[in-house]
Each structure stands twice: as C-alpha cells, then as structure tokens.
C-alpha cells in the first residue's frame, strides 16, 4: 500500500526495556520525522532526517536513537524505555514543507 | 523561533452552528499556515494549507481559513457544524531551519459537536 506505516500500533513494555518503533513510507521523500504527542503539548518534533545517513535532534531527543540506512525506513529506538516516554509516536514524511503522518503508535511505559 | 497559539484547548458548538478554531502565529516572514484534524486513534490529516497564494484557503468537509498577516491569524471556519466534524484540530506553522522545513504545532483544540 502506498503512504506511510507504522508498526507496531500498540506496544506496552517495561521500564528499562528496550523497543524500537518502525515507519515505512513508499512515497521515497527525503524528509522524515519522529514525533511525540502529549496532553497539552500538542506534537513535539524528536528527530529528523533529510536523507539516508542524515539524522538531526528536534525539541525532546533525550533517551531516543534513531537511524536511516535507507530513505524509507526512519526506525525509532527508546533504548532504555523510561515511563515518560508513554506517549503516542508520530512519525511522517515530505518533500517540501508539507508533511504527511502515519498512524501512529500507541506506547505505554510500565 | 516561530510560535503557534491555539485559543481555547475544548470548544464545543450546536449541530448546524458555526465553528470557529482560532490560531495565531509568530512570524518576521510570511510563512507557510496548516490546519490538521484528528479523529480518535488516527493520526493527522491535512485540512488545508496557507503557501502565500490566496489568503481564503478552502480545504476538506467545508472547512476554510483565512490567512491575516495584520493579524498573525490563520482561524478556521465551517459554516454549520455537523456530528462528524467532532475531533482534535491542530494549527501549525512550517519554519525553514538549516534548509529543512520544520512544522511548529500548536497544542489544538478538541472540537465537541452537541445534538
């Protein structure tokens, strides 16, 4: 299917725990980006990538890793899962300045 | 740094009545405006955009916003609410930072459609 997906859509892991979150998109932008959604906080940018190899910080990149080997893939790793990073992850791609958002996934810290 | 500010987190309006979203943003530039809805448990879809052509954007199920630069505003409008417009609404601004084009959300409004 053509778009942007995310994988898993539900996850519930444990405080320290390791858990990557996965988007594909078939579109091949250049542009993608990782975010968080809080209550009252709208969308926060986590990090971003202009193309494969290519990866920069956003406004809350602490206790994330991201990687791009290949431009449709932006995998999204909590490499020690803390409980506040239970949160919905956004994540969404372009090629100027709009952006096109997958469906996010739905993570709880216990 | 741009800012966006969305007035109002829940709004709530009468089937059949007017919705008004207000949205105001920083800006030394013209930007580019972007109104998003969220249904419960998707993610967001574009509503409409606001790229320096005309300044009444009409977007998806009726909806339309007018860009005031006198103003920093970018409200959303629909003439006559219906149940189905009920959802999360998000304003944002795309800013051009190191040659790449950042969106700044606001922190959106819960629209609530009352029978």
């Known amino acids: 299917d053509a778009g942007i997906t995310q994988s898993p859509r539900y996850k519930i892991t444990e405080t320290g725990r390791q858990v990557t979150l996965m988007c594909h998109q078939t579109?091949?932008?250049?542009?993608m980006f990782w975010y968080r959604q809080d209550l009252g906080h709208g969308l926060r940018l986590i990090y971003y990538?202009?193309?494969?190899?290519?990866?920069d910080k956003g406004e809350v990149p602490d206790g994330y890793v991201v990687s791009r080997s290949k431009t449709e893939n932006f995998p999204l790793t909590l490499e020690s899962a803390t409980r506040s990073q239970t949160s919905v992850y956004f994540c969404?791609?372009?090629?100027?300045?709009?952006?096109?958002f997958g469906p996010g996934t739905r993570l709880t810290v216990t | 740094a741009q800012s966006v500010t969305q007035l109002g987190s829940h709004v709530s309006v009468s089937e059949g009545a007017l919705v008004l979203l207000r949205c105001n943003y920083s800006?030394?530039?013209?930007?580019?405006l972007f109104w998003y809805v969220q249904y419960p448990n998707q993610g967001l879809q574009l509503l409409l955009k606001y790229t320096s052509a005309a300044t009444l954007v009409k977007g998806i199920n009726g909806f339309e916003a007018e860009f005031k630069k006198s103003e920093t505003s970018f409200h959303l409008t629909k003439p006559s609410a219906h149940m189905s417009d009920a959802a999360e609404y998000f304003c944002a601004v795309s800013e051009e930072i190191s040659g790449t084009y950042k969106y700044i959300f606001g922190t959106g409004t819960r629209l609530k459609v009352l029978a």
């Open positions: 969404a791609s372009s090629e100027l300045f709009e952006q096109y």
């Open positions: 579109w091949s932008h250049s542009y």
């Open positions: 800006s030394s530039v013209p930007p580019y």
């Open positions: 990538s202009a193309a494969a190899d290519i990866t």
